[in-house]
């Protein structure tokens, strides 16, 4: 643990980031030149959303003594990557949805042509925005690129499949999620300690906890999407279950799959045992994602 962890630091709470993050989202919309691809962008990006990878990003900074400001490049270019992510998932040649954050899906506001090209400009915006980073830009532009290349990977199994004749159905399950879901999460994270100019040795517990809690995320998710309501989640309930995809409660059974979120649980929790009170913020992340109920 780094000296500047053992002392007092003045914190903002988990909405005065996401208006800083929200901020600067903004701002990083506002460059793109076109009305339509603008508009687009900003229903894509600004249009709600928990703000769960940036904000873990920099209380993951803060958490090693840094700044919001060391942080925000690496944590804007990650919301910038899931949004594209998003904006393609919900396309007719994938999840085909109608409804994100209870509003319409960017292709059913603006027509696949847009959604396409406003999927493709905001990763490319999340790497110019990554390179922005004041410390170690190209390690954080790193991450960014790694954890988009690992979501991709995962997205195309969870579609079409092909997994390795080794892995079992849980396997291939866990495969899906560690990159789809959890690498965004787990990287995130990374790229938060790396703009602190973090220690290998505590890179390796936020390594950890990052891939624990993104992990756990899906489950949860897929939890939810067999227990809650389309209202109640802003989004097609039973989606996948009704696509036939494999889910944790699918696989595992509803309890099995709450059992698997207890253990991610506590694992993440034992990642960050060593930075003492500084990474209480992250332990209530875990503990809220864990029981999560939208």
């Known amino acids: 643990m780094t000296d500047t962890q053992n002392h007092t630091r003045p914190t903002l709470d988990d909405e005065a980031l996401r208006g800083v993050i929200d901020e600067r989202l903004s701002g990083i919309v506002d460059r793109i030149h076109h009305e339509r691809l603008r508009e687009a962008a900003q229903h894509s990006t600004l249009g709600g959303g928990k703000r769960i990878r940036p904000i ?80 170690n830009p190209e390690r954080v532009t790193a991450e960014v690129a790694q954890a988009t290349w690992e979501m991709i990977e995962g997205q195309t199994w969870d579609t079409i499949g092909m997994f390795p004749e080794a892995l079992d159905e849980a396997a291939s399950l866990e495969l899906i999620h560690r990159n789809k879901t959890a690498a965004l999460i787990k990287r995130a994270a990374r790229a938060g300690a790396i703009a602190a100019d973090a220690r290998e040795e505590d890179m390796v517990q936020v390594d950890r906890w990052g891939a624990a809690v993104g992990l756990m995320f899906q489950v949860v998710d897929d939890i939810l999407d067999e227990t809650q309501t389309t209202e109640q989640l802003g989004k097609t309930a039973g989606k996948d279950r009704a696509q036939g995809k494999m889910t944790y409660p699918a696989v595992h059974g509803l309890e099995g799959a709450r059992r698997v979120v207890g253990d991610l649980q506590k694992e993440a929790e034992s990642a960050l045992s060593e930075f003492g009170p500084s990474a209480e913020p992250l332990r209530m992340i875990t503990s809220l994602l864990s029981s999560r109920t939208t």
Do not use: N, W, Y
Not at 75 to 90: G, P, Y
């Open 56 to 135: 873990i990003a920099l209380r993951t900074a803060l958490m090693l003594g840094s700044t919001v400001e060391d942080a925000l490049p690496a944590a804007c270019a990650f919301e910038l990557i899931h949004a594209f992510s998003l904006v393609h998932d919900d396309l007719p040649a994938l999840d085909d949805d109608d409804m994100r954050r209870g509003r319409p899906t960017t292709h059913k506001a603006f027509g696949e042509c847009v959604a396409v090209l406003t999927g493709d400009l905001l990763q490319s915006l999340a790497f110019v925005v990554a390179g922005e980073s004041p410390r």
